[in-house]
């Protein structure tokens, strides 16, 4: 019974041009959004440090009260290209001495004395923990999961060790394996 009096209702209201306010959000209720900077991630919505749309209610009930997230005004924005701007100028002074690093470990190949067995070969291999004890003791400090042996160093000879930084900055280091006893 309720549809047919909307349906003429709604016919009735065509003629009198009401339709367009009655189908309007006023209607209904209007659904406005607030644009909010995330201090915490928002599970479904975003993570930390990014800009999001919600609605009106979950944004000033939830979010805000909650302290997970602030509108954006002029002065959010402006915090937000400051913090971009010191992110990006940190992440150069970053890439500088990494590259610095990278030209001292061409430099400085470092040699690594193991017992030898019958052929030649190694009792065991040489490992990342001992690459990096080596260049420590010539003064340069490097995490020991940086460094990549694309194969195992298990027998006298030279090598090319990589150094992975990460996906852009790579660098190699010359390893020099020779016998404990050799002089």
Known sequence: YRYYFLIIFILAARERKLLKFILSNA???VVTFLII???KDL??????????????GYAKNFVMKNKIGKPVDNATRSDMKAKAESE????????????????????????????????????????STEITNALAEK??????????????IKALGTYNVSIKYNHQLTGTLTVHVEELNAK
């Open 88 to 127: 990006a100028y940190k992440n150069q002074t970053e890439i500088a001495a990494i590259q610095a690093q990278i030209a001292q470990l061409k430099q400085t190949p470092i040699t690594l004395r193991c017992k030898v067995g019958a052929n030649q070969k190694l009792f065991g291999s040489i490992t």
């Open 37 to 39: 900077y995330l201090l």
């Open 27 to 29: 209607f209904f209720g």
């Open 43 to 56: 599970k479904g919505h975003g993570k930390a440090g990014e800009i999001v749309n919600l609605n009106d």
């Open 139 to 152: 003064g340069i400090k490097l995490d020991k999961r940086l460094v990549v042996i694309p194969e195992p």
